[in-house]
């Protein structure tokens, strides 16, 4: 059964950097679109990054050259390495994954099939 756990979150300071993971089980990362979302209390999910299934990844001008996006295939884990962090980035961040194309190049948080419980991130001035 496919499963995402993350972990990493955690509370820094603006200007600080994290690095969130994401352990995959049940699939192979390779065959799937893998993207971060993130949400605050009361808004939808907002994407951040994603993998395609080429192993591109693409970014928002909101986290563009702060947020990099990468991927352990052995041990199926992707990561989110946060740098220059602001308080705009409190969040909780969640992985998702999707094995259908049309989803991943749509790339909205419904399309996306499969979620971890999320990890919160706490940004502070």
Same mark, same amino acid.
Request: proline letters at 2%.
């Given at each position: ?11 820094? *300071?603006?200007? !600080?950097?994290? @690095?969130?993971?994401? $352990?995959?089980?049940? +699939? ?10 993130? *949400?605050?209390? !009361?808004?939808? @999910?907002?994407?951040? $990054?994603?993998?395609? +299934? ?72």
């Amino acid at each position: 059964q496919v499963q995402l756990v993350e972990s990493g979150g955690g509370s820094v *300071q603006a200007g !600080g950097s994290l @690095r969130l993971s994401c $352990a995959a089980s049940g +699939f192979s990362i390779s065959d799937y679109c893998i993207a971060w979302f993130r *949400q605050v209390s !009361g808004k939808g @999910r907002e994407g951040v $990054a994603k993998m395609e +299934f080429n192993g591109g990844t693409t970014y928002p001008d909101s986290v563009a050259g702060r947020f990099t996006m990468s991927a352990d295939y052995v041990e199926k884990i992707v990561y989110l390495h946060m740098n220059s962090l602001k308080p705009e980035d409190t969040a909780t961040y969640y992985c998702a994954a999707t094995a259908l194309r049309w989803a991943c190049n749509q790339g909205d948080a419904p399309a996306f099939t499969y979620w971890g419980q999320g990890t919160q991130v706490t940004v502070s001035s």
